[in-house]
T-cell receptor, first 117, second 114 residues
Framework: AQSVTQLDSHVSVSEGTPVLLRCNYS??????LFWYVQHPNKGLQLLLK??????LVKGINGFEAEFKKSETSFHLTKPSAHMSDAAEYFC???????????????FGQGTTLQVKP | NAGVTQTPKFRVLKTGQSMTLLCAQD?????MYWYRQDPGMGLRLIHY???????AKGEVPDGYNVSRLKKQNFLLGLESAAPSQTSVYFC?????????????FGNGTRLTVT
């Protein structure tokens, strides 16, 4: 079965410093992996996705993530945090698509990113 | 461009009452989903639909029912609300299954059951 673990429930950085949000996954298959972001009182928005092409994936707003199969990780990074990056971030793995399932998404527990001025 | 619209935004129910949450999307998406979000638990799938007239159970379907009579609408019903159903509910839609196309989310419905 697929699962995803976000290693930090809360990360605090200063504006202009790098951001690292950690995610480990478990999958019996080659997974599709995603990062979604949720700003306060809003729905979630796709940041980026990995679907077995390049292992370094670039997303919106300067974020990127690297798929490392040997470490079963998909950490999200950004070189320089901005105040507007303060939000909750979700790492997501999809079930494989097949006769017994429909490729549903499995969400991690979320990491709250705080950006201090 | 409204995207995904959820109504109502807030609701307070007493235990045992019923209600229906409405989700409407204007993107002609085939797939629609209902999730609940609870602190420290991420999003959990309640029910989903892969097209008009179809519905299927997700991870946590007990206590909820859904209907997809029209392609653009996906209704979530609580027949007899319980305090354990206090949560934030999100509707989402996508043009293909979630592994292939991004989910578009509404802004959520905050439900409190007392």
């Amino acid at each position: 079965a697929q699962s995803v673990t976000q290693l930090d429930s809360h990360v605090s950085v200063s504006e202009g410093t790098p951001v690292l949000l950690r995610c480990n996954y478990s999958s019996s298959y080659s997974p599709s992996l995603f990062w979604y972001v949720q700003h306060p009182n809003k729905g979630l928005q796709l940041l980026l996705k990995y679907t077995s092409a390049a292992t370094l994936v670039k997303g919106i707003n300067g974020f990127e993530a690297e798929f490392k199969k040997s470490e079963t990780s998909f950490h999200l990074t950004k070189p320089s945090a901005h105040m507007s990056d303060a939000a909750e971030y979700f790492c997501v793995v999809s079930e494989p698509y097949g006769s017994s399932n429909t490729g549903k998404l499995i969400f991690g527990q979320g990491t709250t990113l705080q950006v201090k001025p | 461009n409204a995207g995904v619209t959820q109504t109502p935004k807030f609701r307070v129910l007493k235990t045992g009452q019923s209600m229906t949450l409405l989700c409407a999307q204007d993107m002609n998406h085939e797939y629609m989903y209902w999730y609940r979000q609870d602190p420290g638990m991420g999003l959990r799938l309640i029910h989903y639909s892969v097209g008009e007239g179809t519905t299927a159970k997700g991870e946590v379907p007990d206590g909820y029912n859904v209907s997809r009579l029209k392609k653009q609408n996906f209704l979530l019903g609580l027949e007899s609300a319980a305090p354990s159903q206090t949560s934030v509910y999100f509707c989402a839609s996508s043009s293909d299954r979630g592994s292939n196309s991004p989910l578009h989310f509404g802004n959520g419905t905050r439900l409190t059951v007392t």
